[in-house]
């Protein structure tokens, strides 16, 4: 997973960066450029690069490589994974408000794709745990009403009893709604980016840096709570028992920066790690049905499709992987600060 | 701790495209606005979630616990009330056949006395039959020796008073024959 | 002539950018293989607690893969500041 993320990382910003030096067509490409309106043949783009026959560079390459940006010359693998103020759709294109349109307090809450996106999975996650619920309650003592009510319950219990509960210890319970929450609401946002038109909103860093972020803010105030301000204080200002007070709080004021280092890492952690891994699939699969592109055939058509649909697999796996490490790290955490020292 | 460092230099360089980077610009760009909507997104799901799912999907899996805990807990009170009544059963069965033996001894013993019983019955009525036989006979045996006597006497009278018809129909014949006839009497009487 | 030296400058920062995210990948790599030695042999010896030891190497992995993915984002910043 790792070695993936990394490779496919780096090629995912040459393309952009690469340009100037490997385009000397003067294709000057960055921000400006991703809004322009779609207006230049997506063909001859595509064949001046790739330099094969126009009618196969041109069709797919509207499919996958969808660009927002005018004659680029290049597959933007990038365009396709982040944000964007539009959503391509068959035959036709979902336009979002432009930048800036709904400033609040100084922020720009214009919604986007993937603020789209993501009330998506929050509606899914809702139907999905609400619809168990009314099935557990309509069922009778002693039985489960069907398989989706099996599955959901399932799910949900293994997130409470093996996730949460072994990791948090005593009073984990309070812990489990969030917990199974933040699963299902990503697990969902990683599916979306699977189906086709779908975008991950996870594979964007202020939504995981969101989450995160509410994950640290669970995990403190529930070590706070849990512990008591005195404990709590002890995390961050550590001064071990039987040192003389003074060289004992010398060393506590060293070793502060790099306890509270710790503490922002850990959320740090879980926003890349969920960004990273979702952006690479999705960059490993483009990059895949670029070769299509590059080796401008249709004769190689079969081994990139069939590693494609291999690596979305892969992906699908991933999804849930990467949703259960989330959440099993949150508990970790939530665990680690409540029974600090 | 080394991790910490790292995320420390990471977030510095992390700092700063937060404010230069433009939509579209590097992976690592923050968008303060998507970070607000996500909180808030998820906010609202936690909590609709945690109002209307969480008690009602763990409801019902308690539900179920306790229902199945209650089942067990009929199961275990069946079993033990199984076990009792087939120890009842038991002990029942060990009785009746011991009542049985009982009869069947007291029975066996019964017909026994009743066999002596009636056996000795006929004894004692053989016994009797046979003493009353005896007595019989010798009462038929006196009676008729009696008879023979008197006959004897009838006879001897008769033919004696043939003898001495004339001679002897006087009061001291009769008396004389009476006398010898109670001498003979006596000793066949004793006899 | 400056443009050639700026656009040299570019290149040897992508490259070093590039080679950073592979030594990273090298480090993730030796620290995750060692973890799944370890995971696989201790499930081997001890089946029956295969799954904490699972949920254990998980979390290892997802740790030593959180290590070598800050050094990615550093590496990519930097390219990102080179470019």
Known sequence: ?341 | ?191 | MLLQEVANGLTNGLLGAGIGAGLAVIGAGIGIGMIGRGATEGMARQPEIAGTIQTGALILAAFVEGAALFAIVVTFLIQGKVG
């Open chain 2, 1 to 191: 701790m080394r991790r910490s460092l790292f995320a420390a230099t990471a977030l510095a360089f992390a700092a700063t495209p937060l404010h230069a980077a433009e939509e579209g610009g590097g992976l690592l760009s923050v968008n303060p606005g998507l970070t607000i909507w996500t909180i808030i997104i998820f906010l609202i799901v936690l909590a609709v979630l945690s109002k209307f799912a969480y008690p009602r999907i763990l409801g019902a899996v308690e539900a179920r616990e306790a229902h199945i805990a209650q089942l067990t807990l009929a199961a275990e009170r069946d079993r033990e009330e199984a076990a009792a009544l087939a120890a009842e059963n038991r002990r029942l069965v060990e009785e009746t056949r011991a009542r049985v033996h009982g009869a069947v001894e007291e029975a066996r013993g019964q017909a026994e006395k009743m066999r002596a019983e009636v056996m000795d019955a006929a004894n004692r009525e053989r016994q009797e039959m046979l003493e009353r036989a005896r007595r019989d006979i010798v009462s038929e045996r006196e009676m008729a020796l009696d008879t023979v006597r008197r006959d004897a006497v009838v006879l001897a009278m008769a033919a004696a008073e043939k003898l001495v018809r004339r001679s002897l129909d006087t009061e001291d014949n009769r008396r004389l024959v009476r006398e010898s006839l109670a001498q003979m009497g006596a000793p066949a009487a004793r006899a």
């Open chain 1, 1 to 341: 997973m790792i070695s993936t993320i990394a490779v496919v990382l780096a090629l995912a910003g040459a393309p952009q960066q690469a340009e100037p030096v490997h385009a000397p067509q003067a294709q000057t490409h960055g921000a400006a450029d991703a809004h322009a309106p779609v207006a230049t043949p997506h063909g001859q783009a595509a064949v001046e690069t790739m330099g094969g026959t126009q009618e196969h560079g041109a069709d797919p390459n509207a499919g996958h490589a969808d660009d927002g940006h005018g004659g680029g010359g290049q597959i933007d693998f990038l365009h396709h994974i982040q944000d964007s103020r539009e959503w391509e759709l068959p035959g036709t294109v979902v336009h979002f408000p432009a930048a800036g349109s709904w400033m609040v307090g100084g922020i720009d809450l214009t919604p986007t794709k993937h603020t789209l996106f993501l009330v998506f999975a929050a509606i899914l996650t809702l139907l999905t745990l609400i619809g168990g619920a009314g099935l557990a309650s309509r069922a009778e003592a002693g039985r489960t009403r069907g398989k989706r009510h099996n599955l959901i319950e399932a799910t949900v219990l293994f997130i409470r009893n093996e996730v949460v509960m072994p990791n948090v210890g005593h009073g984990g319970e309070k812990f489990a709604p969030f917990v199974i929450t933040l699963f299902f609401f990503i697990l969902f946002n990683n599916l979306l980016g699977l189906i086709p038109y779908g975008s991950t909103a996870t594979a964007n860093i202020s939504v995981t840096a969101a989450l995160a972020l509410m994950t640290f803010f669970v995990v403190e105030i529930g070590g706070l709570i849990a512990m008591g301000p005195k404990h709590y204080w002890h995390t961050i200002w550590f001064v071990p028992q039987g040192m003389h007070p003074v060289a004992g709080n010398l060393m506590a004021a060293a070793l502060m920066p790099i306890e509270l280092a710790g503490k922002i890492a850990r959320p740090f952690a879980l926003a890349v790690r969920l960004m990273a891994n979702m952006t690479a699939g999705h960059i490993v699969l483009l990059a895949i049905i670029s070769l299509i592109f590059v080796f401008g055939s249709w004769a190689v058509l079969p081994a990139p499709v069939l590693m494609a649909v291999a690596i979305t697999f892969l992906e699908l796996f991933v999804a849930f992987l990467q949703a259960f490490i989330f959440a099993m790290l949150a508990s970790v955490f939530i665990g680690l600060v409540r029974h600090a020292h």
